[in-house]
């Protein structure tokens, strides 16, 4: 099966930093990947389809780029809000498989 | 609205079976494949299983695999996971989400979950 690694496992920045954060497939996913938010007692939210396709409604300064292996997760400028775990996913087969999750904090 | 209520959650002991149920509202239910994922407390998400929208085909992670199953009615508008032969590992806070005919597949919307814990 297709193992999915992020990185960091956390990072601590502050408003308005761009960040970015990082995932790698153990094998070629093409472009089969999501990113989703979650924050402490939710559930997940869908912010990136297709390695780089925003959902309606998410604040432009997320943003997905990557194929392949190798793909990564940009927030432009870091806002309050955006404090929580983020994981990648894989879905171009089964089983599905998720990142480990990065959590981002706010100094 | 779409939305997705999950139930059936509790405290169970090792061995025993639970089921698990999602109604969703808010969307033509019979028209979406539906996923379980499962989180444990502090860890991270696992996939867990999906049904196709006309429940003919089944797909499981390796660790619940022969132990849950997932079915679907689409009557009355629910996903369901019967878990069986549960584990302490089994523990966590189950989720139901849609899959998008829409956003290439992904989950585009998530319930609130249900916890399950085993105990000994």
């Known amino acids: 099966d297709i193992q999915m690694t992020q990185s960091p496992s956390t990072l601590s920045a502050s408003v308005g930093d761009r960040v970015t954060i990082t995932c790698r497939a153990s094998q070629s996913i093409t472009t089969w990947l999501a990113w989703y938010q979650q924050k402490p007692g939710k559930a997940p939210k869908l912010l990136i389809n297709?390695?780089?396709r925003l959902e309606s409604g998410v604040p432009s300064r997320f943003s997905g780029s990557g194929s392949g292996t190798e793909f990564t997760l940009t927030i432009s400028s870091l806002q309050p809000d955006d404090s929580a775990t983020y994981y990648c996913?894989?879905?171009?087969?089964?089983?599905?498989?998720f990142g480990q999750g990065t959590k981002v904090e706010i100094k | 609205q779409v939305q997705l209520v999950e139930s059936g959650g509790g405290v169970v002991q090792t061995g025993r079976s639970l089921r698990l149920a999602c109604a969703a509202s808010g969307f033509t239910f019979s028209s979406y494949p539906m996923h379980w994922v499962r989180q444990a407390p502090g860890e991270g998400l696992e996939w867990v299983a999906v049904?196709?929208?006309?429940?003919?085909?089944?797909y499981y992670a390796d660790s619940v695999k022969g132990r849950f199953t997932i079915s679907r009615d689409d009557s009355k508008n629910t996903v369901y996971l019967q878990v069986n032969s549960l584990r302490a590992e089994d523990t966590a806070v189950y989720y139901c989400a849609r899959e998008s005919i829409v956003s290439s597949s992904c989950l585009d919307y998530w319930g609130q979950g249900t916890l399950v814990t085993v105990s000994s």
């Open positions: 297709k390695a780089s």
């Open positions: 996913q894989k879905y171009n087969r089964y089983p599905w498989t």
């Open positions: 049904i196709s929208y006309d429940g003919s085909d089944e």
